[in-house]
């Protein structure tokens, strides 16, 4: 009944939006193939590539060619909005400067560091004998000089979020997880439970909010076994399971299954700061023992390789490294016939080369076989691709529009509000690509070309 209620207040395309998702969609999920291997650590790779990007800001280098380097050091900067620091994840010498694959799928310029393999550490990476202390803007300031920023796929700058104005009520920790083959965040938690938890407190107290939800996806019982025992330790912290649906890990879903609020813009404006699970973790070792964000665990997946598994790598680790780790490639595979998909199959990126870097954006590579035949498909004009779509578009009507360039009839489509989930794609029994086209819509509409 007070969800009825509920819906009487909402606009029309809210309320379908939320009967939508509501009935939600089941999707394969893969998972289990790289959930049976422990999280491996790989501290030590030869050399890691700092690549000088973040987001699409390009970063200012503070460092040269010959420079005697140690973990945590600044290397460089990035400036302008989501102005911080970015830290070398090894200690040793700048080798070079060179271009690297990055997952946004274009090549980058990287700082190499030659691994000296002693893991000294910058003077600044110091335990804190006492955290009760710090005041909500000394909690913001360390987000800001750790280098702190999502580790979901956004990469957005994490106290950015927390310098909001409006009043927030409740952080969200989005362990959802929801993309098929992805498990980086899973493992994360079953192996350091108490540090999510520790790492959502600080995130509480620096949002002054007094409440605090853990957000999984419903199968994932050992999450819940693991995390329950703590909260009493916890106060204000709660956890809240998510229905095994896609995209249940959509940021606006969260929010309304967890307060019942949808927003325009940003959670703020619900009262909410939402943050990924493995960011938390991170956080609770900035605040504790002012490590900045140097390093992330990472799923090296799919049928292309031997030993599907998690790694928790410095950043700047060699993709191709971890795959060789992994036992290699699966037999009969040519890795020069592979796809790598950088990120997850739904909204990820397919990239032709093993040579990625592991960065703050990239949570999993799936090494797939290419697959074949996919020229020219024809649409029968089903109309799955729109019933699907959790925001009400109609993708084969945005993708004619596209191809007529007609910009004010993009517009018209609401092809912006398309948040690239994905689901278009994986329904359409054509295997027309259709997400891509309503992202190149997206993009005219911001050239307004
Ligand atoms: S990718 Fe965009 S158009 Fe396709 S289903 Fe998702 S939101 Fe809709
Ligand atoms: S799902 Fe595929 S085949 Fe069906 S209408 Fe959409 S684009 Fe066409």
Request: aromatic share 8%.
């Amino acid at each position: 009944m007070v969800f009825l209620k509920y819906l009487e207040h909402l606009n029309k395309e809210d309320y379908f939006m939320i009967l939508r998702k509501a009935k939600g969609i089941q999707i394969d999920c893969y998972k289990q193939m790289s959930k049976e291997s422990p999280l491996h650590e790989h501290l030590n790779p030869q050399f890691v590539y700092i690549p000088l990007i973040q987001q699409t800001t390009a970063l200012k280098r503070t460092v040269e060619v010959g420079d005697d380097i140690l973990i945590g050091q600044v290397v460089a900067l990035r400036e302008g909005f989501g102005a911080m620091p970015i830290h070398a994840s090894v200690s040793g010498k700048v080798s070079a400067i060179k271009k690297v694959w990055h997952c946004s799928g274009k090549m980058v310029d990287a700082i190499e560091i030659k691994n000296d393999l002693l893991q000294r550490m910058d003077d600044s990476i110091q335990p804190e004998a006492d955290t009760t202390h710090f005041t909500r803007e000394e909690l913001i300031e360390k987000m800001k000089q750790a280098g702190l920023s999502g580790l979901g796929g956004a990469g957005f700058p994490t106290y950015v979020k927390y310098q909001t104005k409006l009043p927030i009520d409740v952080v969200i920790i989005n362990a959802v997880e929801c993309e098929p083959y992805l498990t980086c965040d899973y493992m994360l938690i079953n192996a350091y439970p108490e540090k999510l938890l520790k790492g959502l407190h600080y995130f509480m107290r620096a949002a002054n909010a007094n409440r605090g939800v853990v957000t999984f996806k419903s199968y994932n019982t050992h999450v819940k076994e693991v995390l329950q025992p703590l909260l009493v330790n916890y106060p204000g912290i709660e956890l809240k399971e998510i229905k095994d649906i896609y995209p249940a890990g959509w940021e606006k879903y969260v929010v309304q299954q967890v307060t019942g609020k949808t927003y325009e813009g940003l959670p703020a404006e619900a009262g909410v700061i939402v943050d990924n699970s493995a960011t938390a973790m991170v956080y609770a070792d900035v605040v504790e023992k002012n490590i900045p964000l140097i390093s992330r665990v990472i799923t090296i997946t799919g049928e292309g390789v031997k030993n599907p598994r998690n790694y928790y790598v410095p950043f700047g680790t060699p993709v191709k490294e971890l795959i060789q780790l992994s036992g290699g490639y699966t037999e009969g595979l040519d890795p020069a016939k592979a796809w790598y998909i950088a990120g997850g199959p739904m909204t990820g990126r397919a990239i032709l080369i093993d040579d990625l870097i592991v960065s703050d954006t990239l949570g999993a590579v799936i090494v797939k076989p290419m697959p074949e035949d996919k020229t020219h498909p024809e649409c029968l004009g089903c109309g799955k691709c729109a019933d699907v779509c959790p925001v009400f578009l109609t993708p084969t009507e945005i993708k004619r529009a596209y191809e007529t360039k007609d910009v004010e009839l993009i517009k018209k489509l609401n092809a912006q509000k398309c948040m690239a989930c994905g689901l278009c794609s994986y329904v359409c029994p054509s295997h027309i690509e259709i997400t891509d086209f309503v992202g190149k819509a997206k993009d005219l509409l911001r050239k307004g070309a």
